[in-house]
């Protein structure tokens, strides 16, 4: 890739996105420039967090619909899997795929609820409530 080839962009609702950009120089050495993203990467960026959002308001209708737990929400709104949130949580990974179940996920203790609440970073009553 050339210098030429490569403009930087700088956009005051991107400028915290930096990168790194490697490049040719015109003496043919290659070179480094920190840089912002282009328009294009800016695209898929968007269009990444657009599906994102699909994702995250799913499982909210799934857990209003009483066809998830909430633990099912929080997991899509901090891109978590089942294995990391139980290994953050501390609880094992065929537990936390039996509390993604509405039934199991109303009887859950206030300790067991804790350690959720603690990895999603968030209170015991907003665990509850995904309104």
């Known amino acids: 890739m050339e210098e030429n080839n490569n403009p930087v962009y700088k956009d005051e609702r991107y400028g915290q ?3 790194l950009l490697y490049y040719y120089n015109d003496e043919g050495k290659f070179e480094k420039k920190v840089g912002f993203h282009g328009e294009p990467d800016r695209v ?3 269009q990444a967090w657009d599906l994102f959002a699909e994702r995250i308001e799913e499982a909210r209708q799934k857990v209003l619909a009483g066809k998830a737990s909430p633990i099912a929400y929080y997991m899509e709104k ?3 899997d089942p294995m990391n949130l139980g290994l953050s949580a501390g609880i094992s990974l065929w ?4 509390h993604l179940k509405p039934g199991p996920f109303k009887r859950l ?3 067991t609820l804790r350690k959720y609440a603690e990895a999603f970073n968030i209170t015991i009553e907003e665990l509850k409530n995904v309104n």
Not at 95 to 98: D, T
């Open 78 to 80: 901090t891109l978590l």
């Open 44 to 46: 898929i960026l968007q």
């Open 95 to 98: 537990r936390v795929k039996l």
């Open 17 to 19: 996105y930096r990168e």
């Open 109 to 111: 203790g206030e300790k």
